[in-house]
């Protein structure tokens, strides 16, 4: 049983471009989370996907950023004209129906230059 | 407000000698709890989790976590460190009534030295 899977690993982008992010959960999960790890910080709750709805984007910046979780494929975050400060770890969690225990993806590292 | 605190940023400890990690949490009611290790530029990996019944629970990797409702702390402990213990570790706090976002504390740095 594959885990979370998240891809890319390493995403590199220029300061204005667009970064999009993806999310493969466990089989069987449809709870999908969204975290963001600031160097030297804790993960900070962004946004909690269930199949094409989004339940919880209490975290998520106003400006930008956006998430989706469709009825077939990855779960997506996007973020549009990426600013130096958008660079962290972004880490994907999933859950299945029964009880809230997330299981992490590895994350992807976005660099802003 | 909910807040979960560690209390210790960074902790050296020699090869063989016991660990204890701090964390202390304030929440609306008991929520369940959780400790995750992070291995450099690697994801989190579950150590152990608390949802009821014994406060004392049994994790992976040889720890341990004991939940104190009158102190509202989940502390985690090892008694014999391997050098393979060296990584960050962050205690998390979650509802109980429903699905939703896990609060982390900021994390505790663990070096293990010779």
């Known amino acids: 049983n594959a885990g979370v899977m998240q891809n890319p690993r390493h995403l590199v982008r220029r300061r204005g471009q667009e970064a999009r992010l993806r999310c493969s959960p466990m089989k069987g999960h449809s709870h999908v989370y969204w975290y963001r790890q600031l160097p030297e910080e804790g993960l900070k709750f962004m946004v909690y996907l269930q199949k094409e709805n989004i339940i919880d984007e209490s975290g998520m910046p106003k400006e930008r950023f956006s998430a989706e979780f469709p009825k077939e494929g990855p779960s997506i975050l996007r973020i549009q004209q990426v600013v130096r400060g958008d660079s962290a770890a972004y880490f994907c969690a999933s859950s299945t129906l029964a009880v809230n225990e997330q299981f992490f993806g590895p994350g992807t590292r976005l660099t802003v230059l | 407000a909910q807040s979960v605190t560690q209390p210790d940023i960074h902790i050296t400890v020699s090869e063989g000698a016991s660990l204890e990690l701090r964390c202390n949490y304030s929440y609306g009611a008991t929520p369940y709890l959780f400790w995750y290790v992070q291995s450099p530029g690697q994801g989190l990996q579950l150590l152990l989790k608390?949802?009821?019944?014994?406060?004392l629970v049994q994790g992976i990797k040889g720890f341990e976590a004991e939940f104190k409702r009158s102190q509202s702390s989940f502390n985690l402990r090892k008694p014999s460190v391997h050098w393979s213990d060296a990584a960050e570790y962050f205690c998390a706090v979650g509802p109980t009534d429903s699905w939703g976002k896990l609060q982390f504390g900021a994390g505790t740095q663990v070096v293990v030295t010779p």
């Open positions: 608390y949802f009821s019944g014994d406060t």
